[in-house]
């Protein structure tokens, strides 16, 4: 009997993998590592979350945490943030907020949480960011976020008009991500801070509940 | 196959030799799977597949000042509390002895189940359930197409005889709760609903209903 060759032909088998290789790296959007882990209601709505959101995190505490989409808009929130609490940031530090997601850090506590490596910011305990009427943080950055996302929205669009190119951005949304066991008091408050913004219309992730 | 083929002539005894001398032209793949596979496991590990899916939710302004609250018809009132129990009342609220002679109002008690709240809420709604079941088998019968199909719908989960729904919560309620009854209030078509305080007095009731203390200084709500 002839020996057969030990090696094996594997061109269909590398085809495949870089078939799917190059599916998941232009589907993927990169797994956003929260400072908590929340477990999302269920509910039987179909509506996905738009792209352009502030999205503030409830955990079943009810501490809330902010983030916001866009990379720049970010930045130049925690500029005008640096301003109205006179903390003045790094180029450094900037750049370390910008590539950070979801965070639940109080203003003076920020400075050394930019500090941190990654793993140092895993081990910091966050306990949300302020809400109390004293001193509204949560509320300062949701203001200063909606103003810089806008005047960006803004920007762009007459921009786009001076190009004579369409513009077809979305409106910056307002998405509120919480627990399923978090005291919905806590919920309400931050819909208070909201309202205060006149802000009425929230969009609630949830996770797809098979139908009956 | 990753050798190409150089030979021309096809295998006859006098090319023999020669071939025997040429390099092998296969390439040896393994590192490059290597890699493929690398790069694959590292997609499918950091991907989120489908985008978050959500409930869109309208609250209501706050009144402005001197605003009397608007009259609702057709109300109907949840009241969410701990330990997952949910009660219901039609209608106004009337504390006993009050000025329009109406019974005092009751709690009723029930659940989130498909029976529970579903039941209450679609015995309740048949009107636009209805009307959206006939608009949709007129959709099917080519009667009708897809805009005006929503523009009916909307227009008759806003019309006047349809069900208001208004989701009170206590202290003790928590976020899943008010997405339930949301939920549940999506699929079965209520069109008009609002997540609002709940007044001192049905407060009073409630705690009452769960067997706790009413607190003491509640007041009737002001008559209108």
């Known amino acids: ?212 | 196959m990753a050798d190409v083929n150089t030979d021309s002539g096809g295998g006859h005894g006098k090319h023999d030799k020669k071939r025997a001398k040429k390099m092998s032209t296969r390439i040896d793949m393994t590192p490059m799977v290597d890699l493929a596979f690398l790069l694959l496991t590292f997609f499918v590990m950091t991907s989120t597949f489908n985008k978050a899916k959500t409930l869109e939710m309208l609250y209501p302004a706050d009144p402005l000042e001197n605003q009397k609250p608007p009259k609702i018809k057709n109300a109907l009132t949840f009241i969410l509390s701990g330990d997952d129990k949910v009660f219901y009342y039609d209608g106004e609220f009337y504390v006993e002895g009050n000025a329009d002679g109406k019974p005092k109002t009751e709690l009723i008690e029930t659940n989130y189940s498909a029976t529970g709240i579903r039941d209450v809420l679609l015995k309740r709604n048949v009107l636009v359930t209805d009307s959206i079941e006939i608009f949709k088998k007129q959709y099917a019968n080519n009667e009708l197409n897809d805009s005006t199909l929503k523009k009916h719908v909307i227009s008759v989960k806003r019309n006047a005889k349809a069900l208001t729904v208004l989701v009170k919560t206590d202290d003790e309620a928590t976020y899943k709760n008010v997405i339930d009854v949301m939920d549940e209030l999506n699929i079965t078509s209520v069109g008009k609903k609002a997540v609002v305080d709940l007044i001192p007095a049905e407060l009073n009731l409630l705690r009452v209903k769960t067997g706790k203390a009413p607190i003491a200084e509640a007041v009737a709500p002001e008559t209108k």
């Open chain 1, 1 to 212: 009997m002839p020996r057969g060759t030990p090696s094996l032909d594997m061109t269909p088998m590398v085809d495949l993998a870089f078939l799917l290789v190059t599916f998941f790296m232009l589907t993927a959007s990169v797994r956003v590592d929260e400072p908590v882990i929340v477990d999302t209601p269920s509910s039987t709505s179909e509506k996905l979350l738009p792209n352009n959101v502030t999205l503030i995190t409830i955990d079943n505490n009810g501490n809330a945490f902010y983030t916001i989409n866009d990379g720049d808009v970010r930045i130049q929130t925690l500029e005008e943030m640096g301003k109205n609490y006179k903390i003045e940031f790094t180029d450094k530090e900037k750049k370390e907020f910008a590539g950070m997601t979801s965070f639940g850090v109080p203003m003076n506590e920020m400075k050394r949480y930019l500090g941190l490596d990654d793993a140092g910011r895993k081990e910091y305990k966050s306990l949300g960011i302020p809400r109390d009427s004293v001193d509204n943080q949560l509320g300062g950055w949701i203001h200063a976020g909606y103003v810089k996302a806008q005047t960006k929205l803004r920007d762009e669009k007459n921009k786009a008009k001076e190009l004579n190119r369409p513009f077809k951005q979305e409106e910056m949304r307002f998405a509120i991500k919480a627990d399923g066991k978090a005291p919905y008091v806590a919920v309400k408050e931050i819909i208070e801070v909201f309202k205060k913004q006149d802000i009425y219309i929230f969009n609630m992730i949830t996770n797809l509940e098979k139908g009956e």
